[in-house]
C-alpha cells in the first residue's frame, strides 16, 4: 500500500507560483505510477498531471500545459507539482494519487485508474 500526504497550498495571487508536495509512505511508492489531480467547487475530479516511476515519462492536461510541472524524487519519497502563472481557475483541492503500475507506464487521465489518495490540498488563485 501507498499512504499520500499533500502540503504546500495556500492563497496566491493571480500570476503567482506554488510549489505543492506529495510524501509518500510504503514499499511500492518507487514503482508507481503518480497523479496530481483537482477538484473545483462544483466541479468533478480533473487529471492535472501523471509521472512514471523514473520521471522520464509526463502528462499534463491541455489546460496546464506550460505552466505545471510534475516532478519526482523517489529517494525522498516525494512528488511535486510546480505551479507557476497562476489563474482563478486554477482554484480547486488538488490530490495526489497513486497508481501501482510495476514500473510500467500507461496515460491514466481518469481517477477511477489509481489506487491510492491523499486528502488534498487547498490552492485558491485571487485575481
Known amino acids: 500500500q501507498v499512504q499520500l500526504v499533500e502540503s504546500g497550498g495556500g492563497l496566491v495571487q493571480a500570476g503567482g507560483s506554488l510549489r505543492l508536495s506529495c510524501a509518500a509512505s510504503?514499499?511500492?511508492?518507487?514503482?508507481?505510477?503518480m497523479g496530481w489531480f483537482r477538484q473545483a467547487p462544483g466541479k468533478g475530479r480533473e487529471f492535472v498531471a501523471a509521472?512514471?516511476?523514473?520521471?522520464?515519462?509526463?502528462d499534463y492536461a491541455d489546460s496546464v500545459k506550460g505552466r505545471f510541472t510534475i516532478s519526482r524524487d523517489n529517494a525522498k519519497n516525494t512528488v511535486y507539482l510546480q505551479i507557476n502563472s497562476l489563474k482563478p481557475e486554477d482554484t480547486a483541492v488538488y490530490y495526489c494519487?497513486?497508481?501501482?503500475?510495476?514500473?510500467?507506464?500507461?496515460?491514466?487521465?481518469?481517477?477511477?485508474?489509481?489506487?491510492?489518495w491523499g486528502q488534498g490540498t487547498q490552492v485558491t488563485v485571487s485575481s
Open positions: 509521472i512514471n516511476w523514473s520521471g522520464a515519462s509526463t
Open positions: 494519487a497513486a497508481k501501482e503500475s510495476q514500473y510500467a507506464y500507461v496515460r491514466a487521465a481518469s481517477w477511477y485508474e489509481y489506487d491510492y
Open positions: 510504503g514499499r511500492t511508492f518507487s514503482s508507481s505510477q
